[in-house]
């Protein structure tokens, strides 16, 4: 248990950092940058976490050979860098294509972002989830934050500073890629992997991938789709809302980086996996429940207006998505993946996407049903998840 705690906190200081960071840029960016260069922002970043998505569908394959240590670190390392590169660029088509179909005048943004995307597999962060680097990451990107934060601060003062911005941000980001690549080359050898270390790197995304590609995307397709719906100023109010609740629950979901492991290694002990879900429960009603009593707080700090009651409605029933994910993802790796019965959350995700493409294309879409909706897609897939679970008593 004290590993698990020192690996909890740990995290939880990772994940703080991830939110702080957003936090004070947007008090300061939203105050400086005109509204629609941010929505554009928001929107090509949308787009690029869905490709992020799918390039570390090997993730758990080479956290896993990694920790168990058995074949050459250097060898499955390496392997993970070649197979994320070979997914990026088997993806770059798809993300060319929505750009210039759904957002025209994002050019500029999109190639930025495109380069961070690459550099970001090379960071190997694989590597050191699976060494039990965690305060190495948490210092490292605690710097990097830093750094930008003081930069942009300095530097970006009016509406015309959005270019700077950009390339202050990616190429900081970059840089801190490249350091983890550095840190992992000084302590192994990245060498070309053996084809047979190679390729069974590569079939691991056949049961991976589709889980990855469908898992929590649904925050992602709301904010692309949206600007079917509304123009970009409320585009950009749409994908604050639900950043800020997407990253309430990835305060909680990340928890399965550190409670998966620990739980496979106390396989049998099915009360102590009720209990941590339980506790995962509680802290997500606790996160949702002060998001909503906040609106007014997060509305000043990060659009510099009021909500109207319409939108406090819409974030209200976007706040249950903190409790219902963060539950469903819990179902999700602690019973399902660990029983390799990966197929029915993949199921599961994509019933999730069928009922919110299908809901707004039949419901009187406003800001209110819009999120809404979007909560309520992500409830069906958890009753969905919770019948499958039946079919797991004998295996776990």
């Known amino acids: 248990m004290a590993a698990l705690k020192g690996n909890l906190f740990y ?21 400086i940058l005109n509204l629609e260069d941010l929505g554009k922002w928001y929107l090509v970043n949308s787009a690029a976490a869905l490709i992020q998505l799918l390039i570390t569908a090997p993730h758990f394959f080479l956290v896993k050979h990694i920790s168990a240590g058995k074949n050459n670190i250097g060898q499955i390392t390496s392997s993970g860098i070649f197979t994320y590169l070979f997914l990026l660029f088997g993806a770059t088509p798809f993300y060319v294509a929505y750009i210039i179909a759904a957002a025209p005048g994002t050019e500029v943004v999109a190639m930025m972002v495109f380069a961070h995307l690459m550099f970001s597999a090379l960071s190997c962060e694989f590597y050191f989830q699976a060494t039990l680097k965690q305060k190495f990451l948490m210092i490292r990107r605690g710097v990097s934050r830093g750094v930008l934060l003081i930069l942009l601060l300095i530097f970006v003062k009016e509406p015309s500073d959005f270019i700077l911005f950009l390339i ?89 980086n550190v409670i998966f492991p620990f739980l496979l290694s106390k396989q049998g002990d099915s009360l102590l996996r009720l209990r941590l879900g339980y506790l995962t429960s509680i802290v997500a009603v606790g996160l949702g429940g002060a998001c909503f009593l906040l609106n007014e707080t997060i509305a000043v700090l990060f659009l510099n207006r009021e909500l109207s009651d319409e939108q ?10 903190i409790l219902i994910h963060s539950v469903y993802n ?6 399902f993946v660990a029983a390799l019965r990966t197929i029915r959350v993949t199921q599961c995700n994509i019933l999730i996407l069928f009922v919110f493409f299908v809901s707004v294309n039949l419901v009187p879409i406003n800001i209110v049903s819009f999120l809404g909706l979007m909560s309520a897609s992500a409830g069906m897939g958890l009753l969905a998840l919770v019948f499958f679970t039946r079919d797991l008593q004998e295996r776990l």
Not at 198 to 210: A, C, D, K, V
Request: hydrophobic residues 55%; positive net charge; proline residues 5%.
């Open 168 to 256: 202050l941000t990616i190429g900081i980001y970059i840089l801190d890629h490249l350091v983890g690549l550095w840190v992992v080359a000084r302590e192994v050898s990245l060498v070309r992997p053996p084809k047979k270390v190679l390729f069974s790197t590569i079939l691991s995304i056949r049961e991976m991938l589709p889980l990855n590609a469908t898992h929590n995307t649904l925050p992602h397709i709301v904010l692309l789709i949206s600007p079917v719906f509304f123009d970009f100023d409320l585009v950009a109010i749409v994908s604050i809302l639900v950043r800020i609740t997407n990253m309430a629950t990835t305060v909680v979901t990340s928890s399965v």
């Open 11 to 31: 995290n939880l200081i990772n994940q703080l950092q991830l939110i702080v960071f957003p936090i004070f840029l947007n008090i300061y960016l939203v105050r």
């Open 312 to 321: 406090v409605l819409g974030f209200g029933l976007l706040c249950l998505y």
């Open 330 to 335: 819990y179902i999700s790796f602690n019973f």
